[in-house]
Nanobody, 123 residues
């Protein structure tokens, strides 16, 4: 099993910044992709940003130039630096990872999600 623990959410004024962190732990052999999704009330969960183990990144068009995703492979941790935040970006932000884990049947590739961290941007 893999546990993802997110931190860094909170309340910020429009135009402000926050930095989210997500640390993965458990029976991990390798983490391929780590990423962040968000879900606003009444809306579908959407991809914010993702990063591969090699450092390739992918961003939602709406956050390009304002958000930066990074990871520390030695710590199994992914970060999301969010600048120039907008009220419409108020949401629960979820960390996710695609990971190779130890299992009784040998290495197993699985996806895991964190419990989410609330980000509230006030106008």
């Amino acid at each position: 099993q893999v546990q993802l623990v997110e931190s860094g959410g909170g309340l910020v004024q429009a135009g402000g910044s926050l930095r989210l962190s997500c640390a993965a732990s458990g029976s991990i052999l390798s983490i391929y992709v780590m990423g962040w999704y968000r879900q606003a009330p009444g809306k579908q969960r959407e991809l914010v940003a993702a990063i591969t183990s090699g450092g390739s990144t992918n961003y939602a068009d709406s956050v390009k130039g304002r958000f930066t995703i990074s990871r520390d492979n030695a710590k199994n941790t992914v970060y999301l630096q969010m600048n120039s935040l907008k009220p419409k970006e108020t949401a629960v932000y979820y960390c996710t990872c695609n990971v190779l884990v130890r299992s009784p049947w040998g290495p197993l590739e699985s996806n895991y999600w964190g419990k989410g961290t609330q980000v509230t941007v006030s106008s």
